[in-house]
């Protein structure tokens, strides 16, 4: 991705809840997002893990920044409309990966996969997105 779309992405993430988290856009492709997020006392639950609402933050995120990406340029915008997330390992600290990857492109809906796994390459997190496309309002 150029850097002329990542300093767009930095600027409409500020303020928001992946900034107030750590959270880091790595790369944008057509079709493949991907990002980290940290694990510290941001994303702690009480028991010092990560929290499953911070994976599903990771998740909704990596997909809704795809769905923008591949729409902005057609006077559209993405909002998520559906997420689930299966949470099949803790983690305690250091980063989690998320790759999200687009399995649906239609004119009104898309569909995500999103893994996130720990440092080790474990999976963490298994999460699936459904964005809507609708009409921009700036």
Same mark, same amino acid.
């Given at each position: 991705m150029d850097d002329a779309?990542?300093t767009?992405? +930095?600027?409409i &993430?500020?303020? $928001?809840i992946?900034?107030?988290?750590?959270?880091e856009i $790595?790369e944008?492709g057509?079709?493949?997002v991907?990002?980290?997020?940290? %694990?510290d006392s941001? $994303?702690h639950?009480p028991?010092?893990?990560?929290?499953? &609402?911070?994976s599903v933050?990771?998740?909704? $995120?990596?997909? +809704? %920044?795809g769905?923008?990406?591949?729409?902005?340029? +057609?006077g559209k915008?993405?909002v998520?409309?559906?997420?689930?997330?299966?949470?099949?390992?803790?983690?305690? +600290?250091?980063? %989690?990966h &998320?790759t999200?990857?687009?399995?649906h492109r239609g004119g009104?809906?898309? %569909?995500?996969?999103?893994d996130?796994?720990?440092?080790?390459g474990?999976?963490v997190c298994t999460s699936?997105?459904?964005?809507?496309?609708?009409?921009?309002?700036?």
């Amino acid at each position: 991705m150029d850097d002329a779309k990542m300093t767009r992405l +930095s600027e409409i &993430g500020k303020n $928001t809840i992946a900034e107030a988290l750590g959270m880091e856009i $790595t790369e944008v492709g057509d079709g493949v997002v991907r990002g980290k997020l940290p %694990v510290d006392s941001r $994303t702690h639950q009480p028991y010092g893990l990560l929290h499953g &609402g911070a994976s599903v933050v990771l998740a909704e $995120t990596l997909g +809704s %920044v795809g769905s923008h990406m591949l729409v902005e340029g +057609s006077g559209k915008g993405a909002v998520g409309i559906e997420v689930n997330a299966n949470h099949v390992k803790g983690v305690r +600290s250091g980063w %989690v990966h &998320g790759t999200a990857t687009l399995t649906h492109r239609g004119g009104r809906l898309h %569909v995500w996969n999103i893994d996130i796994r720990d440092d080790e390459g474990d999976l963490v997190c298994t999460s699936r997105l459904t964005v809507m496309i609708v009409p921009r309002r700036d």
